[in-house]
């Protein structure tokens, strides 16, 4: 059985009563109830008998009957009950309530409905106010807050209880909850006492210079991360030959003796080769910069220190030293070594090359750097004349043609390009038939006798001029071609093979060898 209070399902629920005991008092706050029957049996039954009690509260203005104990009670504050108008007390509305209890019309709910933690603002008490820091309140519909004990405070508004004050730290202090003791404010935080409870965090590009820092302006210098130096409020990266491993520091570490980074903002140590360092390998020795953890290596006399850490021979100036066998050789024809300078023998400047191997400074790189069809003259590269050809890079004179051959253009790269001057030898067949009484003789032309003699060589004039064209043609194409840097004319030009672990300096750091570079370029 189901009883609603009202006249419908739709009535709220008063009680749903299930078996063969009797219930307790089901009270109405009207007249009328709505009960409804339900069974898990289909079957029909007559005859139902309900035994209730109607009772006449009659309670005045202010109060409502309580069937606990059989009388009328007055209405709790926030609520009200007019005698002829509601059965039961009724609800303020939300956020307002009544002065006192016992209230009869809505119209007494004049005043906010103050909460624990808040207060009213004024003599009015249409509004209300959380609790001050320092302040708590854990009752409801309170003119004022409690203050709390002597260096006391509370960590937010709107305390509800005493337990909410905690020890107020100093200001640059904060209070460690779990030990209840009072902590300096980490570097990078600060705080007021009288704003906040907990340390608060610096503007996110900037840090304070030490712990307790009490106001957001000691929040001064630049928040660095490692391979950074503070400059007041921005960062510089560590320059080369320094280093840095921490953040929030005012100045970077310097390398060792003889040490340096490979790259600004260096993080960690001048190198990467401490444990190579310190076991000593080839003969090396590491030395520790007073307590450290700066250290130096070292080498022993006649090796130097590669940028790993690791000693290697150093080898005389104008040659280097072969990794793979441990043995040294001499730098390659266009190359150089000081061994002061450098570890590696040093490609000459693209366009030059040196007159042999085993050159020891860069002014060693005085000839002109000439592929096939050309030779050297000081510093530049002359084509090779007519009647003479070239088939190697890197030489000082061209070879001439056989006798009675010549080159179509200059800058021939090879013997083939050589062909015969001799107009008999291209033509002694025509002639030797002797058409016609005709006759062949070797000068510097050939004159063809007999009735067809003229007509040949007004021909043999009309090709003379096609030639001569064609060969000035070719002549001003060699003088485009000569515009490009001269290692790269000439697709003949393959230089000899280079040590593959050879690296530079400039323009980066990867390896190279001279074929490699002037493939770069010509692309």
């Known amino acids: 059985m189901t009883i609603y209070d009202g006249t419908s399902t739709s009535a709220p629920l008063l009680r749903d009563l299930c078996g063969s005991s009797l219930p307790g008092d089901v009270v109405s706050s009207g007249n009328t109830m709505y009960i409804r029957f339900g069974t898990n049996n289909v079957d029909t039954y007559s005859g139902f008998r309900i035994q209730y009690t109607a009772i006449d509260a009659n309670c005045p203005n202010g109060t409502e009957y309580n069937t606990t104990s059989s009388s009328c009670q007055m209405c709790s504050r926030g609520a009200y009950r007019a005698k002829n108008v509601n059965d039961m007390c009724a609800h303020c509305p939300e956020e307002r309530t009544t002065a006192t209890s016992g209230a009869y019309t809505r119209e007494q709910c004049n005043i906010a409905d103050c909460t624990k933690g808040q207060h009213y603002k004024d003599s009015t008490k249409q509004q209300c106010s959380p609790c001050k820091r320092g302040f708590y309140q854990d009752m409801p519909w309170q003119d004022s807050c409690v203050k709390c004990p002597d260096s006391m405070t509370t960590i937010a508004t709107g305390s509800k209880s005493a337990t909410d004050c905690k020890l107020n730290c100093d200001s640059g202090w904060q209070l460690n909850e779990t030990t209840e003791q009072c902590e300096l404010c980490p570097r990078g935080f600060y705080r007021d006492k009288k704003q906040t409870f907990y340390c608060q965090m610096c503007p996110r590009h900037l840090i304070t210079p030490g712990t307790g820092a009490t106001a957001e302006s000691d929040c001064f210098q630049g928040n660095c991360t490692a391979g950074h130096m503070i400059q007041g409020k921005t960062c510089k990266a560590c320059p080369l030959g320094t280093y840095q491993d921490e953040k929030w520091q005012t100045e970077c570490k310097r390398c060792g003796d003889k040490m340096t980074t490979n790259i600004v903002t260096a993080t960690d140590s001048c190198h990467n080769g401490e444990n190579n360092c310190t076991t000593h390998v080839n003969g ?121 051959k010549t080159t179509s253009k200059e800058g021939a790269t090879t013997e083939d390009d050589c062909f015969s001057t001799d107009s008999c030898d291209n033509g002694e067949n025509d002639c030797t038939p002797y058409d016609n009484g005709g006759t062949c003789t070797l000068t510097s032309l050939y004159v063809i006798g007999g ?40 697709e003949a030009y393959e230089p000899s093979a280079e040590p593959q672990d050879q690296t530079f300096d400039e323009p980066d750091y990867q390896t190279l060898n001279r074929a490699t570079m002037d493939r770069r370029h010509r692309t």
Request: charged letters at 20%.
């Open 451 to 490: 009735g067809a003699g003229g007509s040949v060589l007004l021909l043999l004039g009309v090709i003379l001029v096609v030639v001569c064209f064609v060969i000035r043609r070719r002549t001003t194409d060699s003088t485009a071609e000569s515009n490009f840097p001269p290692a790269f004319q000439n």
């Open 284 to 404: 090396g020795t590491c030395t520790l910069v007073g307590d450290g953890p700066d250290y130096t290596c070292g080498c022993r006399e006649g090796w130097i220190l590669n940028p790993d850490a690791t000693c290697t021979r150093n080898c005389d100036s104008g040659w280097q030293l072969r990794k793979s066998t441990g043995e040294c050789v001499l730098c390659p024809r266009g190359f150089y070594r000081d061994k002061v300078q450098h570890v590696y023998c040093q490609m000459c400047p693209r366009h030059l090359i040196t007159p042999g191997r085993g050159s020891t400074v860069e002014s060693d790189c005085l000839q002109g750097n000439c592929t096939a069809g050309q030779m050297i003259e000081g510093k530049t590269c002359k084509a090779c004349p007519l009647g003479t050809y070239q088939d190697k890079k890197w030489q000082t004179k061209c070879n001439r043609c056989e006798d009675k």
